[in-house]
């Protein structure tokens, strides 16, 4: 089966496209990035990341610090991305996600700290530069296909077929296009707005009597629990073996009185 011209032009766009990533994500390397990735640029490397950050926070009344958290996120141009609560007796907690521009953690962080007591604080940075530089070269080859697809379209005027060809290969195109958009927005949300974790917890001060004396009985039945699934065990693993320490002296003393009684009644 003969292929038209058009349909070899086709497939050599699309496979330039694909063998040009890897050279264009190379000779790409030292392009200025976006103004709006230059924020979240370490200040030793140059590179850009990906920063997350994790605060377990302690507060006299967990479900009272969610209005001063979400005023401080509001205040530094920030978003909450997630809230709940949860009360149980005395026992209370909630959790608090957020993101919040990279230039205004700090803010964010000495709010925090007014609310209560920080028990514990982690930060993550993740190095995307690399993936940022191969995406951003990806998505200039397939736009450049895009390009002269439509230019390859323009130009054809008659044949329905190779019309029809060039069209199918332009959606194609324009879906890793939209794709790889998306993904460029995501990774530059994730570049200039660090991702803050924070899980409030009632201070254990605070901690009523029935709350400690629940905790403690929970405690106490599952280390019972424990101790009778071991001796249930125990029980198993060595009941065969007294059961045939306990049959052979039976067997051997009924044995002994039967012969006992033989030997009397033939005298």
């Known amino acids: 089966m003969r292929f038209r011209l058009s349909h070899w032009v086709i497939i050599g766009f699309t496979t330039l496209a694909t063998a040009g ?49 979400r005023a401080a996120i509001a205040a530094a141009d920030g ?18 996600d957020a993101h919040v521009p990279v230039a205004k953690v700090a803010a964010v962080r000495a709010e925090i700290v007014k609310l209560g007591e920080v028990a514990r604080d982690f930060e993550k940075a993740e190095d995307v530069a690399d993936q940022q530089i191969d995406l951003q070269a990806r998505l200039n080859n397939q736009r450049n296909v895009e390009k002269r697809l439509l230019e390859l379209l323009s130009s054809k005027t008659g044949n329905l077929v190779d019309i ?19 993904q460029e927005r995501l990774l530059s949300t994730r570049i200039t707005y660090t991702e803050i974790h924070i899980d409030i917890r009632k201070r ?46 039976v067997s051997a003393l009924l044995v002994l009185r039967r012969r006992r009684k033989v030997a009397s009644t033939s005298c």
Request: aromatic share 2%; charged share 20%.
């Open 204 to 249: 254990d001060a605070d901690v009523s009597a029935t709350v400690a004396i629940r905790r403690a009985s929970t405690h106490g039945l599952h280390a019972a629990r424990t101790i009778a699934v071991g001796a249930a065990s125990v029980a198993a693993a060595v009941s065969p073996t007294l059961l045939m320490l306990g049959v052979l002296p």
């Open 164 to 182: 029809l060809a060039i069209e199918k290969e332009l959606g194609s195109v324009r879906e890793n296009i939209e794709r790889m958009e998306s």
């Open 79 to 96: 978003y909450a991305t997630e809230t709940s609560w949860q009360s149980q007796d005395d026992d209370a907690s909630a959790s608090f």
């Open 21 to 69: 990533c890897s050279k264009d994500a190379s000779s790409n390397v030292n392009v200025p990035r976006p103004a709006a990735t230059a924020v979240a640029k370490g200040a030793s490397t140059g590179r850009a990341r990906a920063t997350t950050i994790t605060l377990s926070l302690r507060v006299d009344k967990p479900d009272e610090a969610i209005a001063p958290l």
